[in-house]
């Protein structure tokens, strides 16, 4: 079983910005974080291919967060910038357990690992 361990959450001024961070127990492939506000289903925000040459963002993020990773870490960032009230949310890391070709990294039950998660709160 592979641990995913998030950090970097925490509260901002709408426009700030915040790195979350998040180390898998051992290597893993594709990787994603979504999130879930209150009284919201949880939603695709960002993911990053295994070799890191390929990325997805949702529309709502587009431009203003950016997907990395670090392969000699098992770790994947997403840096946050511009950030809004409606970004508030609890941010989870999620990863595949093997390699696969999907044409798009966006859907939750592709996941087989998931980290805790870690609050956002944006205020205004």
């Known amino acids: 079983q592979v641990q995913l361990i998030e950090s970097g959450g925490g509260l901002v001024q709408a426009g700030g910005s915040l790195r979350l961070s998040c180390t898998a127990s051992r290597r893993t492939y594709n990787m994603g974080w979504f999130r879930q506000a209150p009284g919201k289903e949880r939603e695709f925000v960002s993911a990053i291919s295994w070799g890191g040459g390929r990325t997805e963002h949702a529309d709502s993020v587009k431009g203003r967060f950016t997907i990395s990773r670090d392969n000699a870490k098992n770790s994947v960032y997403l840096e946050m910038n511009k950030l809004k009230p409606e970004d508030t949310a609890v941010y989870y890391c999620?990863?595949?357990?093997?390699?696969?070709?999907?044409?798009?990294?966006?859907?939750?039950?592709?996941?087989?690992?998931w980290g805790q998660g870690t609050q956002v709160t944006v205020s205004s």
């Open positions: 999620a990863a595949e357990r093997e390699i696969t070709n999907r044409a798009t990294m966006t859907v939750p039950d592709e996941y087989e690992y």
